[in-house]
């Protein structure tokens, strides 16, 4: 079975900014990916950036970037420079490596970015 | 030039009553997903299907059903609609490869029963 543990419910960070969202796992598969989904207010999910276990280097995505430490089992969201439109609940989220693999989410951090 | 899209968007019913949401995907997907939000945000799967092949059902009831006419489409019928069936369902689709299985999410349904 897979879990994933998103232990803030709640962060503030000023504009302009870096924030660190913080993502646990843990899972028995070999092989998985994991995943930042953010869900703005009006309600869709939107794909952020992707970690493969077996990649070597963190994944960044413009102001997006993944801490992976695989052997703390954790996948930390990192966002530079907060912008107002960051405002958002972010989900991190993993699936075993292969074809129609569900996603396991978190519970999900509400991120406020204040002026 | 929309990837996922659900219809309708929002759902307002009585009790007992029977619903179907509708999801369209035209990334060229083989692999679509049925998701429930419930009202803490909590997000879990319910229906996959690869190839209009059903591939996961969770522990789901059975008034619950999903149908794949096509790969690109994957439909969801509610019978006897519940107060707890009240949740926003997303549908998501995936390339179906062994690497990567990002999963692209349709904007959501809003179910609301009274």
């Known amino acids: 079975a897979q879990k994933i543990t998103q232990t803030q419910p709640g962060m503030f960070v000023q504009e302009k900014e870096a924030v660190t969202l913080d993502c646990t796992y843990d899972?028995?598969?070999?092989?998985?990916?994991l995943f930042w989904y953010k869900q703005p207010s009006s309600g869709e999910m939107i794909f952020l950036i992707y970690q493969g276990s077996y990649d070597q280097q963190n994944a960044t995505e413009g102001r997006y970037s993944l801490n992976f430490q695989k052997a703390r089992k954790s996948a930390n969201l990192v966002i530079s420079a907060s912008q107002l439109g960051d405002s958002a609940m972010y989900f991190c989220?993993?699936?075993?490596?292969?074809?129609?693999?569900?996603?396991?989410f978190g519970t999900g951090t509400r991120l406020q970015v204040t002026l | 030039d929309t990837a996922v899209s659900q219809t309708p968007k929002y759902l307002v019913t009585q009790m007992g009553n029977d619903k179907s949401i509708k999801c369209e995907q035209n990334?060229?997907?083989?692999?679509m997903y049925w998701y429930k939000q419930d009202s803490k945000k909590f997000l879990k799967i319910m229906f996959s299907?690869?190839?209009?092949?059903?591939?996961i059902n969770e522990t789901v009831p059975n008034r619950f059903s999903p149908k794949s006419p096509d790969k690109a489409h994957l439909n969801l019928h509610i019978n006897s609609l519940e107060l707890g069936d009240s949740a926003v369902y997303f549908c998501?689709?995936?390339?179906?490869?062994?690497?990567?299985?990002?999963?692209?999410f349709g904007p959501g349904t809003r179910l609301l029963v009274l």
């Open positions: 989220a993993m699936a075993r490596t292969g074809t129609a693999s569900k996603l396991t």
């Open positions: 990334l060229g997907h083989d692999t």
């Open positions: 899972t028995s598969d070999p092989s998985y990916g």
């Open positions: 299907y690869n190839n209009k092949e059903l591939i």
């Open positions: 998501a689709s995936s390339q179906g490869g062994t690497l990567g299985e990002t999963q692209y």
